[in-house]
């Protein structure tokens, strides 16, 4: 079956770094494209980020463009993102998400799979 398995999230100093991964299996992880998504306190769910299958296309979304990096390892079947210049507004559960067409990595798709999330902590 589908797993997606989230790590690297913890606690943050403002203007520090943290690297996310996840590990996937149960399905041909180099055929799709991922996302990242997170979810702050008492907020919606918020699409970060995406990339596609072979990592030949990228995209962010607009409050953290230029501060985090995702990336991919077809090879380990596991998806990235390096998050750098944190802000306190980072703080949020920290989700990849598989989705329904292997193509599709956007923030109006339909994702069929997510992992547990890992926490991430933005504070002084």
């Known amino acids: 079956q589908v797993q997606l398995v989230e790590s690297g999230g913890g606690l943050a100093q403002p203007g520090g770094s943290l690297r996310l991964s996840c590990a996937a299996s149960g399905f041909t992880f180099s055929s799709y494209a991922m996302s990242w998504a997170r979810q702050a306190p008492g907020k919606g769910l918020e699409w970060v980020s995406g990339?596609?299958?072979?990592?030949?296309?990228?995209d962010y979304a607009d409050s953290v463009k230029g501060r985090f990096t995702i990336s991919r390892d077809n090879a380990k079947n596991t998806l990235y993102l390096q998050m750098n210049s944190l802000k306190p507004e980072d703080t949020a559960l920290y989700f990849c998400?598989?989705?329904?067409?292997?193509?599709?990595?956007?923030?109006?798709?339909?994702?069929?799979?997510w992992g547990q999330g890992t926490q991430v902590t933005v504070s002084s």
């Open positions: 990339i596609y299958s072979d990592g030949s296309v990228i």
């Open positions: 998400r598989k989705p329904n067409r292997p193509g599709d990595y956007g923030p109006m798709v339909e994702y069929d799979y």
